[in-house]
């Protein structure tokens, strides 16, 4: 008998499309070597005597996505939230990402973001850190530790920054790869580099061009920043008035999808020839609906990017989001869905809760590869869900629960949490 697989028992929801669940009731999710092997209603013979933990009238659903999350913005998340983009980041952003020099500092901060990220809902996540290589490789360690998968990016700034920020074009592209080189000699087993450059208006053409050259040597993918704000988009064409469109400027230097896998947040002002950039390229979208409220950058024409099969996930975007809790995020994701269809854009049906749970699940997990489902041959990452703190006068289906979930859950809810088939701790 195989001890590498494993039986969960308990009420199994998932998403193999974006617009319909797939629920097996009191049924198996079988584990085998850290993948799924099947959703069964009764237990295959072959499986009888394999260990099975009876998670009674739980919900068990693939863990969560976020695809765009800031680590050194959580210390102030819920703060100077009356504040657009661009003087958001000078007023709160940078003076808080230059105490990341000092490592006491460092540690402390990122310890409270490795453990809230821990006991959440979350098992993957592309992650923000600062310019900073020693405090960014803390990050990686604490990361590790957790259990979680994530993709974690010494940031790259080299014009547009204080100076407590701002590298050289040189110091930049050495000290990423330097720090590249550390990442390698560790040999983390879940956590992974990936280029971050912040946004167009803090890298020069220089540096774009070395930060291709560090992606072709190193075969690494790409997070950044895309058409979130309209005075953001504005300066991106002051800066390269050549460039077709924002998305135009990444592509052209070869870091926007296509041989360089690419995600970038926001997107809520990309036009026809950015959609179609994007989707020619492969490019991912994390939509991030709080962020994109509370620092006034607008709504994603979410439903759009659906339509024309592009790959969108979630982004809690901390700490223009408030919180890493991504069931928040689909909240907002819907809700701001009904106030683009009603007050802009009609012809834009408003987002499902099967359409944002399959964002933060499947979706967004698909940069990551076959993850965020419980189709056989996917990664088994599951959240298994204790929600009868959440009272109701009558009994609700499968769905119906999930659902409230989405509006009223946190890190109360969750009963356990597996990553690539390991159950983590999340006391």
């Excluded at 009674?56 to 100077?80: E, F, K, M, N």
């Excluded at 310890?111 to 990686?140: G, K, P, Y």
């Excluded at 012809?347 to 933060?360: K, Q, T």
């Excluded at 056989?376 to 599951?382: Q, S």
Aim: hydrophobic share 35%; net charge negative.
């Amino acid at each position: 008998m195989s001890e590498s697989v494993f039986i969960l028992k308990g009420n199994i929801i998932y998403t193999k499309q974006p617009d319909a669940f797939e629920i097996c009731e009191r049924g198996y999710l079988v584990c085998e070597d850290g993948k799924v092997q099947g959703v069964y209603q009764t237990l295959p013979f072959k499986y009888g005597g394999y260990p099975v933990t009876d998670y009674g009238d739980c919900l068990i659903i693939p863990g969560l996505v976020d695809l765009h999350i800031h680590a050194p913005q959580y210390s102030y998340r819920g703060l100077g939230m009356d504040l657009e983009l661009l003087e958001w980041l000078e007023v709160n952003t940078f003076p808080e990402e230059a105490k990341f020099e000092y490592l006491d500092y460092a540690e402390k901060s990122y310890q409270i973001f490795a453990d809230n990220m821990r006991r959440s809902a979350t098992t993957r996540a592309c992650i923000f850190a600062t310019v900073h290589r020693e405090a960014t490789l803390l990050l990686m360690d604490m990361m590790e530790k957790s259990g979680l998968c994530t993709f974690v990016g010494k940031v790259n700034m080299d014009r547009n920054a204080p100076d407590f920020l701002c590298e050289e074009t040189q110091e930049s592209a050495d000290e990423t790869v330097e720090w590249i080189k550390d990442v390698l000699h560790k040999k983390y087993r879940n956590t992974l580099p990936i280029l971050t450059p912040r946004f167009v208006p803090s890298c020069t053409d220089a540096l774009m061009e070395d930060l291709k050259k560090i992606q072709l040597r190193y075969s690494l993918p790409l997070q950044s920043h895309l058409s979130e704000n309209l005075s953001e988009i504005d300066w991106v064409k002051e800066l390269c008035p050549w460039s077709e469109f924002y998305g135009d400027v990444y592509d052209h230097f070869g870091l926007f999808g296509a041989d360089c896998p690419t995600v970038m947040a926001h997107c809520v002002y990309s036009g026809e020839k950015e959609i179609e950039r994007m989707k020619e390229n492969g490019v991912f979208i994390a939509h991030c609906p709080e962020s994109n409220m509370n620092v006034s950058s607008g709504i994603a024409p979410v439903r759009r990017f659906l339509e024309e099969g592009l790959h969108v996930g979630l982004g809690s975007d901390v700490a223009g989001g408030s919180t890493e809790n991504l069931f928040a995020a689909m909240a907002h994701a819907v809700q701001s869905s009904k106030l683009r269809w009603r007050l802009e854009d009609q012809s834009l049906d408003p987002l499902s809760v099967e359409e944002v749970f399959y964002m933060g699940t499947k979706g967004g997990g698909a940069f990551f590869g076959k993850v965020g489902s419980f189709e056989p041959g996917y990664e088994f990452d599951a959240v298994v869900l204790d929600d009868s703190r959440l009272k109701h006068p009558q009994p609700l289906d499968v769905k119906s629960r999930l659902e409230r979930m989405v509006y009223f859950s946190d890190d109360r809810e969750i009963r356990a949490k597996y990553v690539r088939g390991r159950q983590i701790d999340t006391d």
